[in-house]
């Protein structure tokens, strides 16, 4: 174990915050889910919002948790440099909060979609992806029925020229298609970089492409993120 | 004070995409209806008390602003009614 301890944001309906204390654990990350009430921990060195439906994805995905109390105090960590990750309903929680832009609506399918992808790495040289290389092709299941990416098109241009977008959807060879677009999401985008490089967002679960027990191993560079 | 039900009307900005709608358009489509478009939107009804309806507006307006409704894809609009 590290001298880092990485707080794993846990709300009501949250399900994959015991996934990703295993997987971060895995890495040699000490981390510890904390309960939303009860505060971010002072010594806390990073933040994952976990994947789940917390308050039953009600008005929408995501919407109340980013507006409870425990979220000021993730925007005023990452303000000071703590890095936070954001996966699946934490990146719906992310981009609702402020902490990332855009919003993560309703797949293209109108369903629910649990299913391997492939993510195209935009660039290396953030904490979250200095493990790949840029243009790396990685192998990361999605599961989620709200993950669409919409933003509107002259912020999208902004975050595309100012390197904000980390992941795309691609086919195998790294090809960003619309055949290889999952959910509908505009220009393929996967997961996004906030205003700082240190925050992250994306809907892919890194956390189920990281105990090899489980299959690829393809994750574990995001969870790297926070060893830094 | 008067009371007042506030609704609130959140729809998607024109031009984003609605999956759920279309789905629902196809399923009144095969049930023998015929459609040229549907758009589906959320409704909340808000009773409150307030010492004109334009405070009750103006209220419900900030509730729209930030929860109901998320100004990335949606549009909104409140009326309000003596109850």
């Known amino acids: ?228 | 004070m008067t009371a007042y039900t506030a609704t609130v009307t959140v729809r998607l900005k024109h031009g984003v995409l609605d999956p759920e709608a279309e789905t629902t358009r196809h399923a009144l489509e095969r049930l023998g209806f015929d459609l040229a478009a549907l758009r589906s939107a959320d409704r909340f009804e808000i009773d409150l008390e307030a010492d004109s309806s334009d405070e009750a507006r103006e209220r419900a307006g900030e509730m729209a602003d930030r929860l109901l409704a998320n100004p990335t894809i949606h549009d909104y609009d409140v009326e309000v009614d003596e109850r």
Not at chain 1, 183 to 190: D, E, F, L, R
Request: hydrophobic content about 35%; overall charge negative.
């Open chain 1, 1 to 228: 174990m590290g001298t880092v301890t990485v707080s794993i944001v846990r709300f009501g309906g949250s399900n994959c915050d015991r996934d990703a204390e295993a997987a971060l654990s895995h890495l040699g990350i000490d981390a510890e889910i904390v309960w939303h009430e009860d505060g971010l921990p002072a010594e806390t060195t990073g933040v994952v919002l976990p994947g789940g439906f917390s308050y039953g994805d009600y008005l929408r995905a995501g919407a109340m948790a980013a507006r409870s109390p425990i979220l000021d105090e993730v925007r005023e960590a990452a303000a000071d440099g703590v890095p936070v990750l954001g996966v699946c309903n934490g990146a719906q929680v992310g981009c609702e909060s402020g902490l990332t832009e855009g919003v993560f609506t309703t797949n293209r399918s109108a369903r629910f979609q649990c299913e391997p992808v492939y993510l195209r790495v935009e660039r290396a040289d953030t904490p979250w992806t200095a493990a790949y290389e840029e243009g790396e092709v990685i192998e990361v299941p999605i599961a989620h029925g709200e993950g669409r990416y919409e933003i509107t098109d002259e912020r999208l241009e902004e975050l595309e020229s100012s390197g904000r977008v980390l992941f795309r959807y691609c086919d195998a060879d790294g090809e960003v298609s619309e055949a290889a677009n999952p959910n509908g999401s505009k220009h393929n985008v996967a997961g996004v970089l906030g205003e700082y490089e240190t925050v992250a967002v994306l809907m892919p679960h890194p956390e189920r492409a990281t105990l090899p027990d489980v299959g690829g191993t393809d994750g574990q560079g995001i969870l790297r993120g926070f060893a830094d």
